[in-house]
C-alpha cells in the first residue's frame, strides 16, 4: 500500500506507537536503527533525521559527516514482538545529504537508481529468494554455540524437525509485519532450514530479505537459539546459500529473462565480490551442490544457473550468492547486468560447457576482478568498492 505522511501518524496515534525505528543498512547490507518519539515523525518526513555517518561501514569515506535519515511510509511495519501496549513502529529509510539528494553511499539509492533504469528500458524485473540458515543452541551461559538444534535431514518431519516449530513462528511473524513466506522445510544439514519468498519488485525483495533476517534472529532469540546465515557455518556440513530467482518481462509482456541470465553470466565473475563478500563464501562455493564454474542446466544440480521451463514460463534461479550479501547491491548489479544482455539480446552458452570458466576461487580474486571492471565501477561507488575490497 502507498501511505500520506498523515496516514502514518494516524495510524501512530492510533495504535498506540511510542517509538519509531528508522532503519537504515551499511554497505555490507547489516541493518541499523535510531529509534524517535511520535513527535519526531513528522519532522522526521519533513527534514530528515540526522546520523553520523562517519561511524557507519563504508560511509567513512562520505563527503558529507552528517546524513539524513527520510522513511519510506509504505514500509512501515510493527514489530510483533514488542509490546502490545507502547508498540514499536520500524520504517525503511533513505539516506539523504544536507543537499536533499540521496548519498551515493545508500545502497538503497543504488537499487533504486538501477530500478528507474530497467523502466526507461521497458524492462520489468522481478525477485524470488530462497534463503537457508542454521539454528544452534546455546550453553548455560546463553552464549552461541555450533551445536545443532537437531539432527534432521532435507524435508524431514517431527520429531526429527525440531525446528518446524521456530520456522512456524517465523513465518507468523513476517505475515504480522505484511511479508507472506511462500514455504518453508528443513534443509539437508542438522539444524538447517530454509524459507522462501514469491517474486517480489527489487527494492520490496531486498526490503524483505532485510525484515527477514531480523525476524530469524530475533524469533531464534526469543526460543533459546542463534540464528546463522554465514556461508559455512559447519566445515563438513552444507552452507546456507542465497539463491535468487529472476523474473524479467518487456513492455509487451514478452519473457526475457533468458537474455538477462546471459547477461548475469557474462557479468558474474566481475560482481561475485559482493554476492559473495567473506572469506568464508569462498568455502561454500564448490562444496556440496554450491556451484563453482560459470556455466547452467535445467538438471538442477551443482550448476550456477538452474533454468527450467513450465507452462510457457521460464524460471531462472541464480545459485552462488549467499546471505551474508547486501541485497540492495546484489539486486542492483543482477538488473544492470541483465539489461545488458537483454539489450544485447545476448544467447546462453551451451548447457554444461566442458569449456565454463570457474567462478573466483578466493576472496583476493574476486576483488582483483571487481577492482579492474568497468562494469562495477559504472555502478557502485568508489566508496564502497574500496570498503568490499578493504
Not at 554450491?290 to 541464480?318: F, H, Q
Amino acid at each position: 500500500m502507498i501511505y500520506s505522511v498523515d496516514e502514518v501518524l494516524k495510524f501512530i496515534e492510533e495504535e498506540d506507537v511510542k517509538f519509531i525505528r528508522l532503519a537504515f543498512r551499511d554497505a555490507f547490507g547489516v541493518q541499523k536503527n535510531i529509534s524517535v518519539s511520535p513527535g519526531e515523525v513528522r519532522k522526521a518526513f519533513e527534514d530528515g533525521a540526522s546520523i553520523n555517518s562517519k561511524m557507519i561501514e563504508g560511509m567513512k569515506d562520505c563527503s558529507c559527516s552528517t546524513l539524513y535519515l527520510k522513511p519510506d511510509p509504505d514500509t512501515m511495519a510493527i514489530l510483533p514482538w514488542r509490546p502490545d501496549s507502547g508498540k514499536v513502529l520500524r520504517m525503511f529509510c533513505d539516506m539523504l545529504t544536507p543537499e536533499g539528494e540521496i548519498s551515493e553511499a545508500d545502497t538503497r539509492g543504488i537499487l533504486k537508481k538501477a530500478e528507474q533504469k530497467a523502466r526507461d528500458a521497458g524492462i520489468e524485473f522481478r525477485f524470488g529468494t530462497e534463503s537457508e540458515f542454521y539454528l544452534f543452541v546455546k550453553d548455560d551461559e546463553g552464549n552461541p554455540t555450533k551445536i545443532p538444534y537437531d539432527k534432521a535431514g532435507y524435508m524431514d518431519i517431527a520429531p526429527l524437525d525440531k525446528c518446524e516449530n521456530v520456522r512456524r513462528e517465523i513465518s507468523l511473524t513476517i505475515e504480522r509485519m505484511g511479508l507472506t513466506p511462500e514455504r518453508s522445510h528443513h534443509e539437508r544439514g542438522p539444524g538447517q532450514n530454509e524459507i522462501d519468498f514469491h517474486y517480489a519488485k527489487p527494492l520490496k525483495a531486498a526490503d524483505q530479505m532485510t525484515t527477514f533476517k531480523m525476524v530469524v534472529s530475533t524469533v531464534a532469540d526469543r526460543n533459546g537459539l542463534v540464528a546463522d546465515f554465514s556461508p559455512m557455518p559447519l566445515p563438513e556440513n552444507p552452507g546456507n546459500g542465497y539463491h535468487i530467482n529472476i523474473y524479467a518481462i518487456d513492455s509487451e509482456g514478452h519473457d526475457v529473462v533468458r537474455y538477462a541470465a546471459a547477461g548475469i553470466i557474462e557479468r558474474i565473475r566481475d560482481i561475485t565480490l559482493f554476492l559473495n563478500p567473506t572469506a568464508a563464501s569462498y568455502s561454500r562455493l564448490g562444496s556440496n551442490t554450491a556451484p563453482d564454474k560459470v556455466n547452467w542446466s535445467s538438471a538442477g544440480e551443482s550448476e550456477l544457473m538452474y533454468i527450467e521451463t513450465y507452462k510457457d514460463k521460464t524460471r531462472v534461479e541464480l545459485r552462488s550468492p549467499d546471505a551474508s550479501s547486501n541485497p540492495y547491491l546484489v539486486y542492483a548489479l543482477l538488473i544492470h547486468a541483465g539489461l545488458e544482455g537483454i539489450e544485447r539480446k545476448l544467447e546462453l552458452p551451451e548447457e554444461m560447457s566442458k569449456e565454463a570458466m570457474l567462478l573466483p576461487g578466493s576472496r583476493r580474486e574476486a576483488v582483483k576482478l571487481a577492482e579492474n571492471s568497468g562494469f562495477v565501477k559504472g555502478i557502485v561507488p568508489e566508496g564502497i568498492i574500496r570498503t568490499y575490497i578493504s
